[in-house]
């Protein structure tokens, strides 16, 4: 029988700034009763120059590994989520990888934008269940404040930055991921996009002036497509898994706007109190929010081994999905790890390889000049 994959380990990172919406209406012509009214949120947190994309991940990855009592040293693959990378290349999961000594594992970015969590983790399970990897870091992590417009009161309003991570693991258990639903529509790419700074449109003097680097967005058309498919993927995914709707305990969704929240449990007919709802706090993390939630439903006690949940998102794309899992919690710990710990030595051993590398360089033009 293939092994399952059960969620063994989760941990979050936000940065201490809080841009609060008071702080906005400084900032461009908006008012705290208006972003509250239409999108329930009241503050999101914003990265220090100092911050990036990589160590939001790395800070919520060291958690993770340390609820499930892994050492970094046995990952088989880190997957990093996100639409805000480090650079284009190299991906920023190698940075994650080398900044958490991760030595044995293959590591990719991937970009579904804020469904790109549900996607990593269809990923991660298919990996685990086919028996090629054992255990895998799936990181959510954005700071979408460096590519947000903050005079364009349309978009400023909404995101937020930080990461959130998990630790999927193999075992004959049943449980663990049940079922995923990925889907997408690329007919709606326009209503949600990061223009220029690709192959298609590189970055330019004009780019630049035209404001092209940062995220454009179709507010009320990407709101419909979002009501539409939100309570879609959740019932799909619930029947995938032979379930009822009945049969979910906490449904977490993407936290893009307490009003698409709502529509989709009115429209599921199921009370607002079995979804969790952060986006009070956070703003739209974008991919990061569907684990940064989840922590939140663990120390909040709302989920229990055994406990069906269903993570639901929407993104640009246009992408949508869904995963349905039963709850396991952590396997029991043969002895406590600390991946703090491991914070000097894999330093040390990150800096010993570029130092190799440039000796090896030397010798190499010093053998074969001229190559
Ligand atoms: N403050 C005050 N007024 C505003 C603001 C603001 N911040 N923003 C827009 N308005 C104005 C508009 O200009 C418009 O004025 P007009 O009628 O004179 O033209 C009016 O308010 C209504 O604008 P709408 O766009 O219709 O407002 P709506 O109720 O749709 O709310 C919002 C806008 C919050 C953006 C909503 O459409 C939404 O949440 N859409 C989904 C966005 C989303 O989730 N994006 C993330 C996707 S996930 C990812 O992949 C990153």
Redesign the pocket.
């Known amino acids: 029988m293939s092994p399952f994959a059960h969620i063994t380990g989760w941990g979050m990172s936000v940065p201490e700034k809080v841009l609060t919406n008071e702080d906005l209406a400084k900032m461009?012509?908006?008012?705290d009763q208006?972003?509250r009214d239409?999108?329930g949120i009241r503050e999101r947190h914003i990265a220090s120059p100092e911050q990036s994309t990589a160590t939001l991940a790395v800070e919520a990855a060291q958690q993770a590994l340390e609820v499930a009592n892994l050492k970094p040293s046995e990952l088989d693959l880190v997957i990093v989520s996100t639409s805000s990378p480090e650079h284009i290349f190299p991906p920023t999961a190698c940075l994650v990888q080398d900044q958490l000594g991760a030595v044995k594992a293959g590591a990719f970015d991937l970009l579904a934008?804020?469904t790109g969590f549900i996607y990593a983790v269809n990923i991660a399970s298919q990996a685990i269940r086919s028996g090629s990897a054992k255990n895998i870091l799936v990181i959510g992590a954005e700071t979408l404040s460096r590519f947000t417009n903050w005079q364009d009161?349309?978009t400023c309003?909404?995101f937020g930055d930080g990461a959130g991570a998990f630790v999927l693991q193999a075992s004959e258990t049943p449980g663990g991921v049940l079922s995923t639903v990925l889907r997408s529509d690329g007919s709606g790419a326009d209503l949600?996009s990061l223009p220029a700074g690709g192959s298609f449109m590189p970055a330019s003097h004009e780019t630049v002036n035209n404001d092209q680097h940062f995220i454009h967005?179709n507010?009320?058309e990407?709101?419909r497509f979002?009501t539409r498919v939100m309570s879609q993927a959740t019932r799909e995914v619930v029947e995938a898994a032979n379930l009822k709707l009945d049969d979910v305990n906490l449904i977490i969704p993407h936290q893009?706007?307490l009003r698409?929240i709502d529509s989709a449990a009115r429209s599921l007919e199921i009370p607002l109190e079995r979804f969790l709802v952060n986006v009070e706090r956070y703003g739209?993390t974008?991919t990061a929010s569907i684990p940064i939630a989840t922590c939140e439903a663990f120390q909040q006690g709302r989920l229990k081994p055994g406990d069906n949940v269903v993570f639901v998102g929407?993104?640009?794309g246009l992408t949508w999905g869904a995963a349905l899992l039963q709850w396991s919690g952590p396997f029991l710990p043969e002895k406590p790890i600390y991946p703090f710990s491991y914070r000097l030595w894999v330093r040390i051993r990150s800096f010993l390889n570029r130092l190799v590398r440039s000796l090896e360089g030397l010798i190499w033009r010093s053998r074969y000049p001229g190559i």
């Open positions: 461009v012509d908006t008012t208006w972003i239409r999108t934008a804020c009161r349309n309003i909404l949600l967005m507010g009320r990407v709101f979002a893009a706007n698409i739209n974008s929407f993104g640009a």
